[in-house]
Structure formats: C-alpha cells, structure tokens
C-alpha cells in the first residue's frame, strides 16, 4: 500500500488549507546564504533512538529540533484539517505525503530560531523531500543511527511518554520513576502491527536516502544497537567531527 493508495482522505478542505500555507512561504522564503547554514540531520528507522539522542545534540549545538513527527502530532492535537487527514496515514504507519510535509518545513524554517540551522529529525524521510530541503537549507551532516529491524519491534511496543515533560521511557531499558508511572502514555501509531507498516515504509521509501546522502559526502554511521548512553557517546563523537 502506498501513499496514493488513501489520496482520497485529502478532502479539498485540506488542500486549500496546504495551499494557504505554500502560497504564504512562497512570498516570504528567505534568501539562500549564510542564514540557513549548517543544518544537521538525524537519521535512522523508527524508534533508533532518534528523539532520544536528539536531546545530546541541542545541548552540544544550541540548533533548535524540528521534529516532523512532534509537528504532525500538535496538529493532530489541535484538530486543523491537516492534522485529522495526518492522522489516518500516521495511525496506518504510512508516510504523509511529501508535499504536505515539505510545506510544514518551509514554514518551520522561517522562524528566528534556524537562522543558523536546525536538527532535523524524522526529516526528510523520502528522496524528493531531500532534494526540496537542498534547494531551501544547507545540510552539513547526517547522522545515521542504524539499529536492526527485530530490535526496533521490542524498542517501540515498550516505549511510553510522559505527557508533562515529553520524555521518552521505556518499560524494560528505561523504566519511569514509580511516582510518574501512571501518567505516562502510549504513541497510538506504536503497536506492533503498525511498527511493521512503518519499517516496511522505512525499508522502501526512506533507506535509499542513506545512499543519497553517503554519494554526497555527508552521511556518518553509529551503530545504534547498543545501550542509550553508549550511543549517546557515538553520537557525541559525531557532533564533535563536524563542530
Ligand atoms: P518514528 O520515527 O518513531 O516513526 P515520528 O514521530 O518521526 O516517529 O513519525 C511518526 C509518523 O509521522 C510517521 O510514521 C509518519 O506517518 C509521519 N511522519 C513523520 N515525519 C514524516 C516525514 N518526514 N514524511 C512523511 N511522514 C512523516
């Protein structure tokens, strides 16, 4: 099943929401140059580990995240059009077209905050969004964090947030402290059927990428198959090779 294959969900009410959105970046996209230098890219199939990690590189490189995932999630929350129509492909474990996601991009970067870059994360996540993202960002590096599909499985099904602080936990590799235990919550996208649907979309839309970027000179890979805090070291050592 493909994106097209649920098309019909994008009702025009959305896409005159979409088109809103694109006319308004379109008038106000900023020059390329010295502004959007050095953005760096977090990448890796779901549940690596990506958000965890991405917490050690904000505080290594003061570049704000931007989380296509966290994005897609506030407007599901909110309830706009946008977010309810994302909601279906989310919850399926499909990816939300590429035009909807290159437009929230494109707003995300106007703002003051990544004028000198940002960490992408769960972004770009399909070849055309990474040949968007050149013509509107320059990315430095990208950071591959590679883990093998049996252990993301086991990964995803335990992990819980915690709705207060956002914290990722984990019912086995990062137990929660009792007190908070009965607030946490479950992503509905992490049960085990639609973790396969999303390493089946990871598998053939989003791993060619990690060719793209290597032709390009700009992919680093951390085996992220290890415990958080030996991969946090990986990572640090990453961030201290392009600092
Ligand atoms: P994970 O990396 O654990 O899959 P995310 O929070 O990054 O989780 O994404 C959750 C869901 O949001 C994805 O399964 C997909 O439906 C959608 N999504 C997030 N980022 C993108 C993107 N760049 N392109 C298309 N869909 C996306």
């Not at 989310?90 to 905050?113: K, N």
């Not at 086995?172 to 402290?177: I, N, V, Y």
Request: hydrophobic share 40%; charged share 25%.
């Amino acid at each position: 099943m493909d994106n097209g294959s649920v098309g019909g969900l994008w009702s025009p009410l959305v896409r005159t929401e979409y088109l809103i959105i694109l006319r308004h970046c379109l008038k106000t996209t900023k020059p390329l140059g010295e502004s959007m230098v050095g953005s760096i890219v977090l990448f890796g199939p779901p549940g690596a580990g990506k958000g965890t990690q991405a917490g050690r590189i904000v505080e290594l490189t003061s570049k704000p995240q931007v989380s296509t995932g966290d994005m897609l999630r506030a407007a599901v929350k909110s309830g706009s059009p946008m977010g309810l129509a994302a909601k279906e492909y989310m919850d399926a474990g499909l990816l939300v077209p590429d035009d909807v996601i290159i437009g929230l991009i494109q707003e995300r970067l106007q703002e003051d905050d990544a004028g000198q870059g940002v960490l992408f994360d769960g972004f770009p996540r399909t070849i055309p969004q990474a040949e968007s993202l050149e013509q509107i960002a320059t990315v430095s590096s990208v950071i591959s964090i590679e883990v093998p599909d049996d252990a993301i499985v086991d990964r995803i099904v335990g992990r819980r947030m915690d709705p207060e602080t956002g914290e990722i936990f984990h019912v086995q590799f990062k137990p929660a402290p009792p007190e908070i235990e009965d607030r946490l919550i479950q992503r509905p996208d992490d049960t085990e059927e639609t973790v396969r649907s999303r390493l089946e979309a990871y598998h053939n839309q989003t791993a060619p990428l990690a060719d793209w970027y290597s032709d390009r000179g700009l992919l680093i890979r951390i085996d992220g198959n290890a415990s958080i805090n030996q991969v946090g070291v990986s990572v640090e050592r990453a961030i201290s090779r392009i600092l």
